[in-house]
């Protein structure tokens, strides 16, 4: 498996817009070298699953985590200290809560399971003032 990950480290608030798609399943998003975000899962494609960078406990938010294979998509992850939040073609597809404050690392994005995820767009800004502007 291999990855495309920000030379730079990232510390909350930041956000991740990437326009991206998947030849047929699994498109992860990695940050400090844990996965935190997966849509098209392998198990389960129309299940959004999260990984709790802190602890790596996985849930997963039914129906929301489905993107048409073969189609460009606008994906964008927003991370602040106290939550993670999941966009897909302008579209809040879930979030996770939890105390994010204190992780700092690169951020990436990659394939599983055989996939092929094609990237037309990747960029990550830190974000300034109260709450990070999110």
Known sequence: MSNLETDKEFKPPFVARFR???DKVEIRFFWDGSQMVIFNWSSNPQQLSFQN?????ASGIPDKGYLLPGEMHDIEIRVTPAKIQAFADGNLRGELAGDFAAIEGPFGIGPAFGSTVTVEKFEVHTLEGPGGLL
């Open 20 to 22: 991206a798609m998947t």
């Open 53 to 57: 960078p802190i602890d790596g406990k």
